[in-house]
Structure formats: C-alpha cells, structure tokens
C-alpha cells in the first residue's frame, strides 16, 4: 500500500500545472542541499583534527562523546523551524477500503525521508571509524553508531509530533522554543550544568557497557509509536475539525480586544492565524530575534547616530516589514470569502493598524533595556517607533493593494519564495530611504535633535491622520480588489 500512495504523489506531481516552477525549484534546492551535504563529509572526515584543536587538552573521545547530546540540541532547534511535514492527502481515500494503518504508515514512514536524518550519520560515522573502532572495538562502535541513529529518529518524530500540536494550539510550538533557550542559557548563561558533561556521562558509558543503547532505541520507538497514535485518532475530516471548534476561543475572552468590537475580532482572527501556521509564525519568531539586533551596533562606538536610526526603526518595526510585506496574501486562501462577506473594509483595515501597533508596542517596551547603552538610544527608538505607527504602517498597507501574490499558509518559510515579488522590493525602497531623506537635511547643518523632532513629528501627524489614510486606502482597494482576488486565486 505504501508503494500505492508514492506512486499516487508522483503522479499529483507531474499532473500539476505548477509542475515546471516546481522542478526549478527542487532542483534549486537540490543543489543548495548537495552543497551542504559535501561540507559535511568534510567536516565529519576532519571532525577528528577540529576536535583536537578546539578541545587540545582533552581526549578525542572525551571531546567526541561530549558534543553528542549538544549537537541534538541543535538539531532539534533546527528541525523546529526548517523541516516540513510530509502530507498526504486523505480526502480521496475516505471512501474507499483503505484502513487507517496503511495511511498513518506512510506518513509516519515518510518522515524518515529528511537529510536531517542523514546529517548525523554522514557527520559522526568517519569519526567512529577512525577512532572508536580501533580502541575500543567493533561492539563499541556499532552500539554508539546504533544510539546516534535512534536519536536523530527521536528527534525526528519529536519535532513532527510539536509541529502537529502547535498546528491547533500555536503555543505549543513557542513553549518548546523556550525549553530549548532554557536548557541552553543552563549551561551557557546560568552554569548550572554542564551540557558536555552530561553527554559524556552516557555516551563515556555506553562505550563499555554496550547494552546502554537500548535506552535511546527505546526512545525513538516510542515517540514513533506517539506520532503513530496520534495521527490514527486525527486522521479523518469531521475528528479534525471538531477538535478545532472546540479549541476556539472567541476575542470577547481577550479583555483588551473585547473593547475595539469587530475590529478587536479581526486583530484576535489574525493573532491565531499567526500561531496556527508555518510561514506566519516564522514571521513572528524572526521578529522576536531580531530584537537583539542592537547588541551588533550598540557594543561597537564606530556607528555614528544615523544608523542608529535604521537600527531603531529595524527594532521597533519589524514585525511591521516582515510580516507587513506579505500583506492581504495571509488571507489568500480566503480572500474570496471576505470580499462577500459583511466585514467592512474600514474595518479590515482599522485591524491591521491595531496589530501593527500592539506588534509595534511590544518590541519597543522590549528594547528597553538598552537604556543600558544611553537614555539617546531610547530616545531614538521612541522617535522610530512613532514613524513606524505612522508612517511604515501607511506604507505598508499601500504596497498591500498591489501585492498579488498568494502565500500557502502551511509552508514554512526557509526556502520559500512563495509570496515574494516586484511589490517586496520596491516596498523596501520608500521604508528605508525616507527617514534618511527627512534625517539629513537637518544634520548636515548638525541638527540632530531637529532631526529627530521632525521625524517624531512626521510619524505622529499620520498617527492623528489615520482615519483620513483609511479611506484613501479603502478606495485604493476597491479599485483593485478584482485583480488582487484574480492573483490570489493562481495557487
């Protein structure tokens, strides 16, 4: 049966009309991933020499076993935000006498088709060989070899088993972002363990006492077994669907929304939106990060004052250009639906100035523990922070009338150009050239202060002009709503 259902998704691929733009792409892909993998081979053939320099006066296999559990560590991280879902879809074998087994079989099988699972091997396998093998014999080296493998499955299903969860609670996925952080910032931050130690304290073990491999065996058999279990009772249509209306809550429950009426619903709409899916999230998490993004320049004197205003602005708004450039195509696969529906365009748009400017507020209280480096860096993050409820989010909202292309919610955003077009870039253009062309005209005469004043003063007039914005934006729309829906219907 699995052999059926492959042949069936070669098939829906050659079939589709995007046939041609996906081959491009897998090719594309295909070379990015060839590239990767030779510098692996490279760096597990040398694993033993770099070992040996970043570690001089610890033995090799001391060192080896130590970086074992850190390197899944990685891996796991790195699974989280790059490695997709394998899907299949269920709907065509509904009602045919295809029993739940074989469907939940292939997909769970299918999850092993990932060259993260082949990283490891590929990394470690010239190490055990060069070095394992000859001192402590071929016993010691298959069972480490053995437990490597049973981890990169454990976190292989792990991984899948978060993603599937966090794709009908969006918590899920930041809670198991931040139990990474932790046990990280343990070691790192904190000293409270030794996360090398840790790792040599089994895998020093398992070296003489073989039998030790059965527990990460049992591991990865177990969290096959959960993904297994659980994707058997979420398989069909109506138990999905009944599992997501009762997981919904209504904005009303959300005290501070509840007050902006149907607006504060669309903000509430938008914000599950963001959690429940792949490329939206990734917006969100990129957002987050960048928001250390000061401690690149602010550590360093060379900068003068106006790139601190791209960093302010950066940091305050990038929520606003990340995920904003993508705007309208969050909605594609139902923009049909909104056009007909009783939802105001006013309103739609009132939503969208809400979420930038609570996503906006966020990360401006956020940097404010860089008063650290001067109370004139908060200064300047006020002032970009006004231009980026005013002014940024106006852009933003503009280019969003020209952006035609559709975005498949449930892909993940590494390698993935879906969305991305002409309007990006030119959307680039008027957020980063405008604050400078308002900027230096006062300070070539060194008028820093009148600079900032200006920009401040700028932002602010169009946060009080909102409302006129608004409607030149509705009526923008209107005039190309058809053609917007068009490109969003081309998947």
């Excluded at 892909?29 to 060839?34: E, K, Q, S, T």
């Excluded at 560590?73 to 009602?95: A, C, G, I, S």
Aim: hydrophobic share 55%; charged share 15%; aromatic share 18%.
């Amino acid at each position: 049966m699995i052999s059926t259902f492959f042949s069936h998704e070669l098939k829906a691929f050659w079939r589709s009309k995007n046939t041609g733009k996906s081959i491009a792409v897998k090719v594309v892909m295909g070379i990015l991933i060839l590239i990767l993998l030779l510098y692996v081979v490279a760096l597990g053939v040398f694993l033993d020499l770099l070992l040996g320099k970043i570690f001089p006066k610890v033995d090799l296999v001391v060192s080896f076993c130590g970086i074992i559990l850190i390197y899944f560590l990685f891996d796991m991280l790195m699974r989280l935000q790059l490695q997709e879902l394998p899907t299949l879809k269920v709907q065509p074998y509904l009602h045919l006498p295809v029993t739940r087994n074989s469907v939940v079989g292939y997909l769970a099988l299918t999850a092993l088709l990932s060259f993260f699972n082949l990283w490891p091997i590929i990394l470690f396998t010239p190490f055990i060989l060069k070095v394992i093998l000859p001192a402590y014999g071929a016993m010691a080296a298959i069972m480490i070899l053995l437990s490597i493998i049973s981890l990169s499955v454990f976190n292989n299903y792990l991984a899948m088993y978060i993603k599937r969860k966090a794709n009908l609670n969006g918590w899920i996925f930041l809670i198991a972002g931040a139990v990474l952080a932790l046990l990280s910032a343990g070691d790192y931050v904190w000293h409270l363990y030794s996360l090398r130690n840790l790792s040599y304290l089994f895998f020093g073990a398992l070296l003489t006492k073989p039998y030790l491999a059965l527990l990460p065996l049992a591991m990865g058999g177990a969290m096959f077994y959960l993904n297994f279990i659980y994707l058997k009772g979420n398989l069909y249509l109506e138990e999905l669907g009944s599992r997501k209306a009762t997981a919904y809550k209504s904005s009303t429950e959300i005290p501070f929304l509840s007050r902006y009426g149907s607006v504060g619903d669309l903000v509430a709409n938008e914000i599950k939106l963001i959690l429940r899916n792949k490329r939206s999230r990734s917006a969100l998490i990129m957002s987050s990060f960048m928001l250390f993004y000061g401690l690149i320049f602010y550590t360093q004197k060379a900068y003068p004052d106006g790139f601190k205003i791209f960093v302010g602005m950066f940091m305050t708004g990038i929520f606003i250009i990340s995920y904003g450039q993508f705007m309208f195509s969050w909605q594609a696969s139902h923009f049909d639906g909104l056009l007909v529906s009783k939802v105001k365009f006013t309103d739609f748009l009132k939503a969208k100035y809400l979420l930038f400017t609570i996503a906006s507020t966020l990360a401006f209280l956020l940097t404010l523990p860089y008063v650290y480096f001067g109370w004139r860096v908060i200064f300047i993050h006020f002032v970009m922070y006004l231009w980026n409820l005013g002014v940024n989010t106006t852009i933003v909202l503009f280019f969003a009338n020209r952006n035609y292309k559709r975005i498949d919610l449930s892909k993940g955003a590494s390698f993935n150009w879906e969305g991305v077009g002409a309007t990006q870039m030119l959307l680039s253009f008027p957020l980063m050239l405008l604050p400078y062309l308002v900027y230096w005209p006062f300070s070539v005469f060194g008028m820093q202060y009148a600079a900032y004043a200006a920009l401040a003063a700028i932002g602010l007039g169009f946060v009080v002009t909102r409302s006129f914005w608004i409607k030149k934006l509705e009526a923008d729309f209107y005039s190309k709503r058809y053609k917007i829906a068009e490109g969003f219907r081309n998947k």
